[in-house]
Each structure stands twice: as C-alpha cells, then as structure tokens.
C-alpha cells in the first residue's frame, strides 16, 4: 500500500482484535496482554541484536515486528496510537539532552 503509515496498521490492529482467534495472531495476542507484552519485548532484543550486528536487511525486518508488536500492545492495553504520538509532539519542545538535564535537577 503506497504511503502506509503507522495509523493506517493501528487501524488493521483494531480491526482484527475482534476477529476470531483461531483466525487471527491479532485476536491471540489482543486476548493475552502479558504475553503479547512479552512478544514486544522478544522482537526489541531481536532488533537489538540486529543493530549491533550492523544487519541492516534484518534490522528492517525486526523493527517491523517490534512496530506491530507496540501497537498490539497499546491496543490491548487501551492507549490510542495518538496519545504516543501527542506524547512525541509535545517533546519536540525542547531537545533529549535539555529534558534529560531538566530530571537531574529535580
Ligand atoms: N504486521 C503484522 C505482523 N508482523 C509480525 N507478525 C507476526 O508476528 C509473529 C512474530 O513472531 P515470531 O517471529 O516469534 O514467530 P512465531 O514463532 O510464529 O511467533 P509465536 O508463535 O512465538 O507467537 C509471526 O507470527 C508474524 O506473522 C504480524 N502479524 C500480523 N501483522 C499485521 O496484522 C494483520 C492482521 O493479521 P492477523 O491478525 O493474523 O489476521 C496482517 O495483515 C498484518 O498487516
């Protein structure tokens, strides 16, 4: 699908968390929070290893699958991909090592 977005796959994530599970890896996943939670967690230390690898074919695929994986969970556990995202948006305001600063003098 040209310009396929992260939305648009939060969108099938949805849309499939309803489907019967013996026809959907969705529905499993959506059905069990823990372990669609311990699935994201695999496929990070997956894309980890890929990156320390410098494998850049496996990279691609492992980040796909951790992609998913995140958006199964937030799903799951009730966060819109839009509350991230907002969250992303409003860091924009200052940079990583101005707001890391600003919680070491907290
Ligand atoms: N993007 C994905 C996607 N990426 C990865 N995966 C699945 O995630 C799993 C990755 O786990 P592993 O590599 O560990 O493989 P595995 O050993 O089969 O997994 P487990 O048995 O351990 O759970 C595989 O089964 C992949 O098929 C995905 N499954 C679904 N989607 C999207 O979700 C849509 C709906 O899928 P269903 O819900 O299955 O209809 C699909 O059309 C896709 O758009």
Redesign the pocket.
Known sequence: MPGFTLAD?AA??AA?AD?PPS?????RLVADPARAAK?LG?EAVEAVIAAIQDDAEALKAEA??VL?HLLVVLHARGVPLQDVLDELDRRTAQSGLAEKASRSER
């Open positions: 796959l099938i994530v499939r489907a026809e959907s890896y969705t529905a699935k695999e796909a699958d998913y």
